[in-house]
């Protein structure tokens, strides 16, 4: 199985902060990697796909990087609806995986 | 709009069974895969299964292999989770998801409904 591994589990940021999260897989996915937010008592929300490709209606502070193995998901400027948890998950291989997720949380 | 409406969670001991369903609509729900994940109480995201448009393939996570079947029934714009001999650690909100692909290969999950409690007590 594909290991996806995020850091940090948690960060503590401020409106305003430029906040990056990053996600290793064991294995080379090329860009066959998504990136969604979700909140608390509610279901994930789909932000990236292919690594760096927006989902409609999603602001573009948010922006994604990467491929091979090392991926990066930017927010540009954190409001005070992103503060959420961020997972990865990597769809070049069965079983599908995610990553154990990044708590975005007030400093 | 794209909806997607689970049911059937609840308390079931272990060794017991139960049924998810999720009922999709505001697409053209055979042309699309389609996925489950679960959420263990306080844990991150495992993908469980999904199943190919025409459910003519499925796949599962090593865990739930020989004890869980995912299917879909084209005609009722339904997806189902029948689940057997289920274990404490099956306990879980089981969210079912859009993914995507409309083609042979799955990908990500652009759509996800708003989940239902399974709890595996005895």
């Known amino acids: 199985d594909i290991q996806m591994t995020q850091s940090p589990s948690t960060l503590s940021a401020s409106v305003g902060d430029r906040v990056t999260i990053t996600c290793r897989a064991s294995q080379s996915i090329s860009s066959w990697l998504a990136w969604y937010q979700q909140k608390p008592g509610k279901a994930p929300k789909l932000l990236i796909y292919e690594a760096s490709s927006l989902e409609s209606g999603v602001p573009s502070s948010f922006s994604g990087g990467g491929s091979g193995t090392e991926f990066t998901l930017t927010i540009s400027s954190l409001r005070p609806d992103d503060f959420a948890t961020y997972y990865c998950?990597?769809?070049?291989?069965?079983?599908?995986?995610f990553g154990q997720g990044t708590k975005v949380e007030f400093k | 709009e794209v909806q997607l409406v689970e049911s059937g969670g609840g308390l079931v001991q272990p060794g017991g069974s139960l049924r998810l369903s999720c009922a999709a609509s505001g697409f053209a729900f055979s042309s699309y895969w389609m996925t489950w994940v679960r959420q263990a109480p306080g844990k991150g995201l495992e993908w469980v299964a999904n199943i190919k448009l025409d459910g003519s393939d499925q796949y599962y996570v090593d865990s739930v292999k020989g004890r869980f079947t995912i299917s879909r029934d084209n005609a009722k714009n339904s997806l189902f989770l029948q689940m057997n001999s289920l274990r404490a650690e099956d306990t879980a909100v089981y969210y079912c998801a859009r993914d995507s692909s409309t083609n042979n290969w799955s990908l990500f999950f652009d759509y996800w409904g708003q989940g239902t409690l399974v709890t595996v007590s005895s």
């Open positions: 998950q990597q769809y070049a291989n069965y079983p599908r995986t």
